[in-house]
Structures are given as C-alpha cells and as structure tokens.
C-alpha cells in the first residue's frame, strides 16, 4: 500500500549514506637511525618549536630576546658595531634580556650553557666575539 501525499511530508527521511572512507594516510618518516634504548624507531618533531629537548628550548629563547633587542634598536646597534661600544650601549637591555631568560630556563641551565652568550654574539654582534 503507497502512503498518501500527507503521510510522506510527515515520513522521516532516510540519511544519507556516509562517502567511502578516505583512503589511511602513510605513518609519519621517521629519520633513519632514530632510534629509543628499546631498538623501536623514535619520532622526531617536525616543527623544532615541539622539541621537548630544554637545550633547544633556551637555544631559541636566547635569540629571540637577542633578535628583539636588534629589531627595537637598529640604529643603536649599528652605532655600537661601528664605535665599539656595544656592550656599553645595551647593558640595560641584556641585563632585562638575562633576567627574562633565566627566569624562563632555570638559573641552573642558564649558568651551565652559553646559549645566551652565543646569541649575543651571533645576532647583536654580528658574529663578533664582543661578549
């Protein structure tokens, strides 16, 4: 028996079928040689800012603070490049920049690496040994 026009209108309409599934998507690659104590491949970040490594942390911290000093004082840095006087000129600013980045990595690791130092060097120097 067909339902009337007015039973049809009320008839709850079947769903549509779900699409195929998507084909699975390959594992992630994971580099060669990678490997945890267990012999099992390890996977690697692929954006370094996921790292979980403190050292790369403080690495990328102390550039930052460094780039920041460089990009808020570019005439200043550029008078300290060319009367030597770099160091003489930013000491506030390196001193707020170290506080900051102790602050934020430990005083433990600060004091045992020269990631600071290093950025200081590379990006405020202009890879002048100044500090």
Do not use: C, W
């Not at 709850?12 to 690659?29: E, H, V």
């Not at 370094?48 to 808020?72: E, G, H, M, Q």
């Not at 060319?82 to 433990?108: A, M």
Request: avoid cysteine.
């Amino acid at each position: 028996m067909r339902p009337s026009l007015g039973e049809r209108e009320t008839a709850a309409p079947t769903p549509p079928t779900p699409p195929p599934s998507a084909a699975p998507s390959a594992p992630a690659a994971t580099p060669t040689g990678t490997r945890s104590p267990s012999g099992t491949p390890t996977r690697v970040p692929i954006n370094p800012f996921l790292a979980n490594d403190p050292n790369a942390k403080a690495r990328r911290l102390a550039r930052a603070l460094i780039s920041d000093l460089v990009t808020y004082f570019p005439q200043k840095r550029e008078e300290g490049l060319r009367n030597g006087t770099t160091k003489e000129l930013f000491r506030e600013e390196i001193k707020k920049s170290y506080e900051e980045f102790v602050e934020q990595v430990g005083k433990d690791l600060a004091d045992s690496t020269q990631h600071f130092q290093d950025a200081l060097n590379d990006i405020l120097g202009g890879g002048q040994k100044i500090f």
